[in-house]
């Protein structure tokens, strides 16, 4: 890595679609799975999906914002799921797949609650916008079988988007 990178964390929906997407970008150097905003320390997939430790499915982004910004980062998590379901887009599923922009310092913040207004003021989504934006706290890598999911999965190398 050239020069300075920043790190960008999303609850979209299922991780696994959300990194396989973002791995795409250009100026993006790396991603991983996990879990982060919940009551339990080292949660396992098993335990996240109770619903019951309150934390979200999340991808952690790494990117160079001299090559893609924040901004743009922020555009396709709003493409990639619908944030104006509480449990994401299949309303069955558990609260683990919640709409959620987790900012890593101030000026995250800041965008990320722009961004939201920006979404909604724009009509395109027919329902309120839900999206939580909290502050980032400790994220808990899922195990390595759930990394880079899609990719080791033979889907004949396209993603539908």
Request: glycine fraction near 8%.
């Given at each position: 890595?050239?020069g300075?990178?920043?790190v960008?964390t999303?609850?979209?929906?299922s991780?696994w679609?959300a990194e396989a997407?973002?791995r795409?970008v250009?100026g993006v150097l790396?991603?991983?799975v996990?879990?982060?905003?919940?009551?339990v320390e080292?949660?396992?997939?098993q335990?996240?999906s109770?619903?019951?430790?309150?934390?979200v499915e999340?991808?952690?982004?790494?990117?160079?914002?001299?090559?893609?910004?924040y901004?743009?980062?922020?555009e396709?998590?709003?493409e990639?799921?619908?944030?104006?379901a509480?449990?994401g887009?299949n309303?069955?599923?558990?609260s683990?797949?919640?709409s959620m922009i987790?900012?890593?310092?101030e000026?995250q913040?800041?965008?990320?609650?722009e961004?939201?207004?920006?979404?909604?003021?724009?009509?395109y989504?027919?329902r309120?916008i839900?999206t939580?934006?909290?502050?980032?706290?400790?994220?808990y890598?899922?195990?390595?079988?759930?990394q880079?999911?899609?990719?080791?999965?033979?889907?004949g190398?396209?993603?539908i988007?």
């Open positions: 890595m050239a300075d990178y920043e960008a999303f609850g979209a929906g991780f679609r997407i973002f795409q250009a790396g991603t991983a996990g879990y982060i905003g919940g009551t080292f949660p396992t997939y335990q996240v109770t619903g019951k430790t309150g934390h999340a991808v952690q982004v790494v990117f160079d914002p001299e090559i893609v910004s901004e743009k980062l922020l396709l998590f709003w990639l799921h619908n944030p104006t509480p449990k887009d309303e069955k599923l558990s683990q797949y919640r987790f900012y890593h310092n000026k913040r800041r965008i990320a609650a961004s939201k207004r920006h979404q909604q003021d724009s009509g989504f027919k309120d839900i939580e934006i909290a502050p980032a706290t400790r994220f890598r899922a195990n390595e079988y759930y880079q999911y899609f990719e080791k999965a033979d889907f190398g396209k993603l988007k």
